[in-house]
Every structure is written in structure tokens, then in C-alpha cells.
């Protein structure tokens, strides 16, 4: 499990664009799923479809903040990991 985790993590360490592309699209995803929130609100009726739309646009929010927080860690946290292990 370790060893994995330090694989994966060298991975996206290592790969500052692919970080950045990773936050960029999780912001979006994370938009479009407040805009769903935002449309089911103010837009649509009060009724079932109504609230699975909601639910729709919070699952999707909430996977573009993950993804965001994925792409951010990439950059930043995971980045000095990768240079501290790179010396060892």
C-alpha cells in the first residue's frame, strides 16, 4: 500500500502541467455543478426532477472540488515530496 502511494505520488509530482490541467478542469466541473444548483433553484418547478437535478449538481461540485484539490495537492504538496525524495 505504501509503495503505491509513494508511485502515484512521485507520479503526479513529477508532472506540473498535468497538475494544472488537473485543477483547471476540476474548476469547471466544480462551476458547472453550482450552475446545475443554480438552474434547479431558480429555474426548474418544485418537484422530484427539481431535487434530482440538485442532487446531480452537488455529486458534480463535489467531484470538481476533489479534482481541484487533486490538481492543487500535484503542484504544490506532492511537488516538494517529489524534489525531497529526488535528493535522497
Not at 503526479?12 to 462551476?31: E, S
Request: glycine fraction near 10%; hydrophobic fraction near 55%.
Amino acid at each position: 500500500m505504501r509503495n503505491s502511494l509513494h508511485k502515484l505520488a512521485m507520479k503526479l509530482g513529477n508532472n506540473p502541467k498535468l497538475a494544472l490541467m488537473k485543477m483547471i478542469q476540476g474548476g469547471l466541473m466544480f462551476v458547472f455543478g453550482v450552475l446545475m444548483l443554480m438552474v434547479a433553484d431558480r429555474v426548474i418547478e418544485e418537484s422530484l426532477i427539481q431535487e434530482v437535478i440538485a442532487l446531480l449538481g452537488l455529486i458534480i461540485a463535489g467531484c470538481g472540488l476533489l479534482w481541484t484539490l487533486i490538481g492543487y495537492l500535484s503542484m504544490s504538496v506532492l511537488r516538494i515530496y517529489h524534489m525531497i525524495k529526488k535528493k535522497s
